[in-house]
């Protein structure tokens, strides 16, 4: 299995503690402060929408992995196992990170306001923190569900090879190599399965073709898909 969850199981601070900065603001900046920062609240709903997304992510990854390995998987449903406590972990440590970063980001921006508009009230601080957040939505969320979708399905495919003990065959190129093109392929051998699709019979009438040696797969009986 691959690494733990970074801070997984470290108790990290509660959403506005005074690490934000939010101490250093003015009473108004403070009010305002209080009513735009993330709480708890936030941070459970957002793990749980997280980790909603990524067993999906993990469960179509294990899927894609086991049709890979020629195995007649129609569907995976995660209903336990390290997988799925790998994406519980990983959502709830997201989501405190990304509710932490959102209220230091608050308090900054409160306070380049107020030093911009020493005369600022908690009325014209709000309005100008509404259309902040909005803009910081609008390309923080596609963000966070991007790069946790990645992340998922990595973990997702390093775990289904290492627990599957997953060796992919070797692909091999040659024949005759009666051609530049075929002689520089077979040079390159031995080739992965993906680089194999990719290039195929390289010309019309080619008389080369790829070889297919070694590889060792589970028994699609006992295929680990996750639990």
């Keep these: 299995m691959t690494e733990a969850v970074a801070g997984a199981g470290v108790a990290l601070p ?3 503690d ?32 997280l980790f909603r997304a990524g067993k999906r992510t993990a469960e ?16 995976v449903t995660l209903s336990h196992g390290t997988l799925l406590s790998w994406v519980r972990e990983r959502a709830d440590w997201v989501a405190r990170q990304v509710c932490d970063t ?23 601080l709000s309005y100008q923190l509404q259309a902040w957040e909005a803009g910081r939505q609008s390309w923080k969320s596609p963000q966070v569900a991007v790069t946790e979708a990645f ?31 075929c002689r520089k392929i077979a040079a390159g051998n031995p080739h992965t399965r993906q ?11 080619c008389l080369d073709h790829w070889h297919v040696r070694g590889g060792e797969y589970v028994d699609c009986a006992e295929l680990w898909l996750g639990e």
């Design 14 to 16: 509660a959403c506005g």
């Design 18 to 49: 005074e690490r934000a900065g939010a101490g250093d603001l003015s009473d108004a900046g403070k009010l305002v402060y209080l009513a735009f920062q993330k709480t708890t609240e936030d941070v459970l709903a957002l793990a749980e929408e």
């Design 60 to 75: 179509e990854a294990l899927l894609r992995e086991a049709q890979r390995v020629g195995c007649g998987v129609v569907q």
């Design 102 to 124: 959102y209220n230091a980001d608050l308090a900054n921006e409160i306070a380049r306001i107020i030093a911009d508009t020493p005369t600022a009230n908690r009325w014209s």
């Design 151 to 181: 992340t998922v399905e990595n973990e997702a495919k390093m775990q289904f090879q290492q627990m599957n003990a997953v060796q992919e065959p070797e692909y091999w190129f040659g024949y005759s190599l009666s051609c530049e093109v």
């Design 195 to 205: 680089y194999a699709e990719r290039v195929g019979l390289p010309h019309v009438g």
